[in-house]
């Protein structure tokens, strides 16, 4: 049995480009052999489409096969989980009654460790290596919920002026997790959606190589058109154009993201 390590995919910014992370390094994680399971966190539903067109993802929501049904009845994951049609990639998907999560956490018992809970059985099967889990662009009791059941953080970062602001808040918030989650770690900063021939991109760079708290991941996955027309198709871009300049670096980012879990996991 191995051991299955949940990696959060946040940050409070939105746009910030977390779950065309979550989704493509994910996938890429699956595409090179490795047991994936990904959980989507957020009302709006973007990483279950990722993988499903409308149709099929509202069908999950009206038969309850939810992330939100689980949560409320609190229930094991387990029976939640259904398949992408990718090999080793799996997913549990959202529905919209995730916009009243926060509501419905606070009158429950421990509430920040609900999701844990719900996935002790999964994480004790230890059939998956890595279950990602994709955050609203939210810093409150459910993102404490989903940070409280991972062992390690990535932050998306879009590199714009407004793509920085509110990093601390991010930060401080993980401080807060920590109190209640020892274990949770910031594993990197991930730039997103990069464009080289913007001045501004070098001095983003140039901060985030610097900043306190974090490292930065040497990958950065640039702007690419391919990765709209991925979602377009309700395909993660790893899978829908292997040889396209975005997918290469979701691959090589999921393959640092990998080398790092590996690293700290020896120390
Ligand atoms: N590498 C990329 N190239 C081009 N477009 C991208 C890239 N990454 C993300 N996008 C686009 O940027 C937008 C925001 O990305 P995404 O939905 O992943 O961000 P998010 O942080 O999950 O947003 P939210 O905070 O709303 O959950 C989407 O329209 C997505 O298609
Ligand atoms: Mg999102």
Redesign the pocket.
């Known amino acids: 049995m191995s051991k299955t390590t949940v990696i959060a995919f946040a940050?409070n910014?939105?746009?910030?480009?977390?779950?065309?992370?979550?989704?493509n390094v994910g996938c890429a994680m699956a595409l090179m052999g490795k047991k994936v399971l990904l959980i989507d966190g957020?009302m709006?539903l973007?990483l279950t489409i990722s993988y499903f067109d409308e149709e099929k993802a509202l069908g999950y929501a009206q038969d309850g096969k939810t992330l939100y049904t689980a949560l409320k009845e609190e229930k094991d994951l387990s029976d939640f989980i259904v398949e992408t049609g990718i090999d080793g990639l799996d997913i549990v998907p959202s529905s919209s009654l995730m916009s009243s999560i926060e509501f419905d956490l606070f009158s429950k018992w421990q509430r920040e460790l609900v999701l844990t809970k719900c996935l002790e059985r999964v994480r004790a099967k230890g059939y998956y290596d890595y279950i990602l889990i994709?955050a609203?662009?939210t810093l409150g009791g459910w993102v404490m919920n989903i940070m409280c059941a991972s062992e390690y953080l990535v932050i998306?970062v879009e590199a714009s002026p407004w793509g920085l602001f509110g990093l601390a808040n991010m930060f401080d918030f993980c401080e807060q997790v920590k109190r209640v989650s020892p274990k949770l770690e910031i594993l990197g900063i991930a730039i997103?959606?990069a464009d080289e021939r913007k001045k501004y991109f070098k001095q983003t760079l140039e901060t985030l190589q610097n900043i306190d708290g974090a490292t930065l991941f040497n990958t950065y996955?640039?702007?690419?058109?391919?990765?709209?027309w991925a979602?377009d198709s309700s395909m993660p871009v790893v899978a829908f154009k292997k040889t396209s300049r975005?997918a290469v670096?979701y691959t090589n980012l999921a393959k640092e993201i990998m080398e790092n879990v590996n690293r700290k996991e020896r120390n």
Do not use: H, I, L
């Not at 910014?13 to 779950?19: E, M, Q």
């Not at 996955?221 to 709209?228: G, I, K, L, P, T």
């Open positions: 940050n910014k939105g746009g910030s480009g977390k779950t065309t992370t979550c989704s957020d709006q973007n994709d609203p662009p998306p997103t959606k996955v640039r702007v690419d058109s391919a990765v709209e979602q975005s670096e």
